[in-house]
């Protein structure tokens, strides 16, 4: 087994820095509540991308804020002009967040050129870091927008998309000192990177059931989300018989069992949600005339998740059929699979075992913005042990010696990438 370039002395230093500064960054939030609200374009984001550029310089690092709102660093190589391993994360948050969520990744990004730097050590291709101003989507529905800006991926209707107060994102950029007009200048060359690494909490309870600080994320699953409809007859709770009624509500609540008790049995890697539910007109003394409610499907293959929606449709429709009622959906959203690149995971795999005596690959669950990315350059991700998987909530928790662990990982990882290119 070879030696970790990083003490355990270090590595614990540079977690404490980094829960540190994720208690900094939580005071940046536009709600005076519990949890952290930073959203796109927004003064809070912006401020944090000041703070975390001071942090950039600090760890010798060439800052620059591009066209789309990420802050972006950048430590040099021993060639000039060398292509960059990209580090990073996103900055921005969810309603109501936690803490960790993207946040971590960021930071633990500049501790690998904190090291570096302090070591006066300089690998043979340079070192970018990016915290990425918009994964989340809250606050014009568009998520990854600070990846594709990266990519060249932006589609040119992105820019009048509107927020609830009716604000553009043309009008956002133009309030945050940016301009709709130069988004493509954010766009990467790609002979610019070689490769995409990201550290990020589990969002999900694998690694504490297993009792395990990191782990190396194999996929980020597919998805499909769908807006459906239940159209039935409204009617007098009190006088229309239970056997002539066509109550949209009773046929919904029936299909949503049926998700639920259809996805467990199918595949335990599959999951099925119905988030939201609008009932129609909506009074007590008034039996349900039309339902409308959301099914989100995730999964690690497209095949499986495809197949699955299938046969929920098909209840849903036979379900309508029986009650004399009308289902219509429409698939609003759709994700395929995004496959972290089988070299990178040999690397972390190896450099994880190696930590902690041994590792486990997990598809990831929520999105990230390495999907973005995999559209030009190969993507690994390092997984970080999350307390009860709790995330997009305040009470998301790490431990610090987690940190210090995934921290260690990640330089090592980044070290050995860097070596193979010798």
Same mark, same amino acid.
């Given at each position: 087994?070879?030696k970790c ?5 270090e590595?614990y ?5 980094v829960?540190?500064?994720c208690?900094?960054?939580?005071q940046?939030s ?5 949890g ?10 912006l401020?944090a ?30 060639l000039?002009?060398?292509p960059? &391993?990209?580090?990073?994360?996103h900055l ?9 969520d993207?946040?971590?990744?960021v930071?633990s990004?500049?501790e ?7 070591h ?9 870091v990016?915290g ?8 014009f529905?568009?998520?990854?927008l ?5 990519t ?7 820019i ?6 009716n ?8 309030n945050?000192g &940016? ?24 969002q ?13 994320v194999t ?11 239940f159209n039935g ?9 239970m056997?002539?009624?066509?109550d949209?509500?009773v046929?919904?609540?029936e ?5 639920e ?8 890697k ?8 609008n009932c129609f ?7 349900p ?13 497209d095949n499986?998740?495809?197949y ?18 009308k289902?219509r959906?429409?698939?609003?959203y759709?994700?395929p ?12 795999n190896?450099?994880i ?6 590792t ?7 999105g990230?913005d ?19 998987g ?5 009470t998301?928790m790490?431990?610090?010696d987690d940190?210090?662990?995934g921290i260690?990982?990640?330089?090592q ?10």
């Amino acid at each position: 087994m070879y030696k970790c370039i990083m003490s355990t002395t270090e590595a614990y230093s540079a977690a404490v820095r980094v829960m540190k500064r994720c208690d900094i960054l939580a005071q940046i939030s536009s709600e005076k509540e519990e949890g952290i609200t930073r959203l796109y374009l927004s003064p809070e984001q912006l401020r944090a991308n000041i703070c975390v550029g001071e942090w950039m310089k600090s760890a010798g690092m060439t800052v620059w804020q591009d066209t789309v709102g990420n802050i972006c660093g950048r430590y040099e190589s021993l060639l000039p002009g060398a292509p960059a &391993l990209l580090l990073g994360s996103h900055l921005d948050t969810v309603r109501n967040a936690g803490r960790y969520d993207g946040i971590l990744g960021v930071l633990s990004a500049i501790e690998i050129v904190q090291w570096l730097y302090d070591h006066q050590k300089y690998l043979r291709v340079a070192i970018e870091v990016v915290g990425f101003g918009d994964e989340e989507g809250t606050r014009f529905g568009i998520t990854f927008l600070g990846s594709h800006g990266i990519t060249g991926t932006w589609k040119d209707e992105w820019i009048n998309y509107t927020d609830v107060d009716n604000i553009t994102v043309k009008q956002a950029m133009q309030n945050a000192g &940016l301009d709709a007009k130069k988004i493509k200048e954010a766009e990467r060359k790609t002979t610019d990177i070689i490769a995409y690494l990201e550290l990020h909490i589990e969002q999900g309870p694998c690694l504490e059931q297993e009792g395990l600080a990191l782990g190396v994320v194999t996929a980020i699953n597919g998805a499909r989300r769908l807006d459906c409809h239940f159209n039935g007859e409204a009617g007098h709770a009190g006088t229309v018989p239970m056997i002539h009624r066509n109550d949209a509500l009773v046929a919904a609540a029936e299909w949503v069992v049926f998700i639920e008790r259809t996805t467990s049995k199918m595949n335990q890697k599959l999951v099925a949600t119905v988030g939201k539910i609008n009932c129609f007109p909506g009074a007590a003394n008034v039996i349900p005339g039309k339902v409308n409610l959301t099914l989100d499907i995730r999964g690690p293959q497209d095949n499986a998740i495809d197949y699955l929606l299938s046969i929920l449709l098909a209840k849903a429709e036979n379900i309508a059929l029986k009650r004399k009622l009308k289902f219509r959906q429409i698939e609003y959203y759709r994700m395929p699979v995004t496959h972290c690149d089988v070299p990178l995971q040999q690397i972390l795999n190896q450099v994880i075992e190696n930590i902690q005596g041994s590792t486990i690959q997990i598809p990831s669950g929520a999105g990230h913005d390495a999907i973005a990315i995999a559209e030009r350059w190969p993507v690994g991700m390092l997984f970080i042990r999350n307390y009860r998987g709790i995330s997009h909530h305040p009470t998301e928790m790490v431990q610090t010696d987690d940190v210090s662990l995934g921290i260690k990982a990640y330089l090592q990882a980044v070290y050995n990438l860097s070596t193979k290119l010798d």
